[in-house]
């Protein structure tokens, strides 16, 4: 395969996947921007200690866990794309705050609005791109604003390296306009979207005097909740890739520091190319389950290669420590391509927002915890036998727990949805076929659904 030809296989394949793909970046982009920096931020120009900040961090998670499943349940009465832009708008406006405040009590208020207003955002986003894309599609562009979201953390992070090489204080202040800007221009963007089959738009009378769902609340849905459950344990790939990997290189190994660097350059790089082939033939449960198979498998294989480097020396340990780190991006890739299969059938179309801050409030029970477990086990449980550290056996076993549960409960959901979710009709999937292929010319209404063609698809 040529060099162009692989190129032009990363690039979404419709307008609007390209349109989702370019709102994804920015987003990214903007929030790559001030994370860069932030630490040096909230203690430099704020004037807080690394406990403050991560006191603050930790009570944003907490009211982020408490308001996923209620602002999922907005999503679904407001509108996705309204909230989802709404939720941009007003989280830009925080941004706007950060080089006014000063002290621990105007940094929490901040951080806990901002979460608010994130969870808002992100729950409008992702019942939209499902209802908005057909069937088909879906797994394939969710792959693609994969990497069009590390796309945009990398340009991100080199705005915010650029700033911090200023080693200005006056300069840095001002960094979070430029997420400011950025998130004002997508919000603007994500209203000149076309309007989703299922969307309720505030004011019309269309939309707003359709009767409620008649299907049952995903909390009566336990193959759902647990399937969400069990893809976070496998999602737990992150934290070996952010956090114990990155200590256990530092702590344990003789490998210099600034390998990190090309530990998550690396991933960063697997992570914008690769999606795109990774997701390709993920069209059914089964196959989204092998998937996850095939995840913890290579979650597996990392905690072992990881292991022994305690045993090893010089550029030995280095090419192990990195051969870890991109087998446990495998693992990212394949879960991902899994979990996007997973929403794509086993969402229902009428509850898609409902459904989202249910997966969210499961997922956190399922992934809080390995932070600080992970970290335990792999840093501080020392029993060993010749080369097997037993921690990081402990850690695969967990990995391999949370395969093993996701089955049935991904087959459950999968019944669940065969003998409740009500059809999408043909009709909505041919909307969304031509909303996905955005004519050049302007057209009135297809359907007395009071779903339109937006005309600025163009």
Not at 81 to 103: E, K, Q, S, V
Not at 159 to 164: A, D
Not at 180 to 194: C, E, G, K, T
Not at 269 to 285: D, E, H, Q, R, W
Request: proline share 6%; glycine share 8%.
């Amino acid at each position: 395969m040529s060099l162009a030809t692989g190129v032009k296989k990363m690039i979404p394949p419709t307008q609007l996947s390209r349109r989702l793909a370019l709102q994804s970046m920015l987003f990214s982009t903007g929030n790559g921007a001030f994370n860069t920096g932030s630490a040096v931020y909230f203690t430099q120009i704020i004037g807080l200690t690394a406990a403050q900040v991560g006191l603050g961090l930790t009570i944003a998670g907490v009211v982020s866990f408490v308001v996923a499943y209620p602002a999922g349940k907005l999503v679904d009465r407001i509108g996705a794309r309204y909230m989802w832009a709404g939720g941009t708008i007003l989280g830009a406006a925080t941004f706007a705050f950060w080089p006014f405040i000063h002290g621990f009590t105007a940094y929490l208020a901040v951080s806990l609005l901002f979460e608010v207003l994130n969870n808002l955002g992100y729950a409008g986003y992702n019942a939209y791109v499902l209802d908005v894309l057909p069937e088909k599609e879906r797994v394939e562009t969710q792959a693609h604003l994969y990497s069009a979201l590390n796309l945009g953390f990398t340009l991100g992070a080199i705005i915010g390296g650029v700033t911090l090489a200023f080693n200005d204080n006056d300069v840095l202040r001002w960094i979070p306009y430029v997420s400011v800007v950025l998130m004002l221009f997508n919000s603007a963007s994500i209203l000149r979207l076309p309007r989703a089959p299922h969307e309720r738009v505030p004011g019309d009378a269309t939309t707003s005097r359709r009767p409620k769902p008649t299907t049952p609340s995903p909390l009566r849905n336990p193959g759902w909740l647990f399937s969400s459950f069990f893809q976070s344990i496998i999602w737990s790939n992150q934290v070996l890739l952010n956090i114990v990997i990155p200590l256990w290189l530092v702590q344990e190994t003789d490998s210099p520091h600034w390998l990190l660097a090309w530990l998550f350059g690396t991933n960063t790089v697997l992570c914008i190319f690769l999606p795109a082939y990774t997701s390709k033939g993920v069209n059914t449960i089964s196959d989204a389950l092998r998937r996850a198979r095939y995840a913890t498998g290579f979650f597996v294989v990392s905690c072992a290669i990881t292991m022994i480097t305690h045993s090893t020396a010089g550029f030995i340990t280095a090419l192990l420590v990195w051969l870890g780190h991109v087998t446990v991006t495998g693992a990212e890739l394949a879960i991902g391509s899994a979990s996007w299969a997973f929403q794509a059938k086993l969402m229902d179309p009428t509850r898609r927002g409902e459904y989202g801050g249910a997966a969210e409030v499961t997922g956190t029970l399922g992934r809080f915890w390995a932070p600080a477990v992970f970290t335990w086990l792999a840093l501080s449980w020392k029993a060993h036998w010749h080369f097997v550290h037993w921690g990081w056996v402990a850690i695969a076993a967990i990995c391999v727990v949370g395969m093993i549960g996701l089955h049935p409960a991904g087959y459950a959901a999968e019944r669940f949805a065969i003998r409740h979710f009500e059809p999408e009709p043909d009709e909505l999937d041919e909307l969304a076929a031509e909303a996905a292929a955005a004519p050049d010319e302007p057209s009135g209404p297809v359907f007395d659904t009071g779903v339109e063609r937006h005309p600025d698809l163009s």
